[in-house]
């Protein structure tokens, strides 16, 4: 992750720096965070008018995320079932703008697909933080925001640091099949980044 980079997200937000700093020390202590899980039918708004497809987990791997994770954008690598591994965005939170009820957790994986992928395996690692959720004064505004915050996380993951986990063991370590999909389990967060809890039964 890049300290200085986060450090202006926040400055730019017109943050304490002591704040700035909290905020910063939870979030490092949260990354790098690997989730996975079946992909479930979400608010059905991405696509339709926003224009930019997301992918929802279930409710078992939102609530499996670190309690100091703060809500957020987050960037990382995707991958859907064992297929390619692609850059990605993740929004977690209640997406002010839509007033959400629920926490969520929304993936929108930066490749263009051939068709949805419903029931399907997604597995991400979460790597860095973009910016927190704001709410925004219209639909325009918001798409500008995503958009921006798409080529902020084409840009980190170019980074040394972030393409070694394009190849992690995680993406490469696991098969999954439709007769599989319903026994898998919620991943704990791996501070270490060493033995990885990745269902190995997949």
């Known amino acids: 992750m890049h300290n200085d980079f986060l450090m202006h997200c926040f400055i730019y937000t017109d943050m304490k720096l002591s704040d700035v700093s909290m905020k910063l020390d939870k979030i490092m202590k949260c990354l790098p965070h690997f989730c996975r899980g079946v992909v ?30 703060p809500t957020g ?12 591994v692609h850059k990605m965005v993740l929004s ?4 002010p703008y839509y007033k959400n009820e ?3 957790m929304e993936t929108h ?24 959720e ?9 798409i500008s925001a995503i958009n921006n915050d798409i080529s902020k996380a084409k840009f980190e993951l170019d980074g040394e640091e972030q393409i070694k986990y394009k190849h992690h063991s995680f993406f490469t370590d696991h098969k999954t099949s439709q007769d599989k999909v319903s026994a898998i ?4 967060a791996n501070l270490n980044n060493d033995a990885l809890d990745t269902n190995s039964n997949l």
């Not at 987050?74 to 297929?83: D, E, I, K, M, R």
């Not at 389990?185 to 704990?188: D, M, Q, R, S, V």
Request: charged share 20%.
């Open 40 to 69: 479930v039918k979400g608010f059905g708004r991405g696509s339709k008018q926003l224009g930019i497809p997301t992918a929802n987990f279930p409710d078992s791997v939102v609530e499996n995320l670190p309690c100091d994770l």
């Open 73 to 84: 954008i987050y960037y990382g690598w995707a991958q859907v079932n064992s297929g390619e």
């Open 92 to 95: 977690v939170g209640w997406n």
């Open 102 to 104: 629920k926490k969520s």
């Open 109 to 132: 994986v930066i490749h263009s697909f051939n068709e949805d992928f419903y029931d399907s395996v997604l597995s991400i690692i979460m790597l860095g933080y973009i910016r927190g």
């Open 134 to 142: 704001e709410n925004f004064s219209s639909l325009d505004d918001l």
């Open 185 to 188: 389990k919620p991943l704990k």
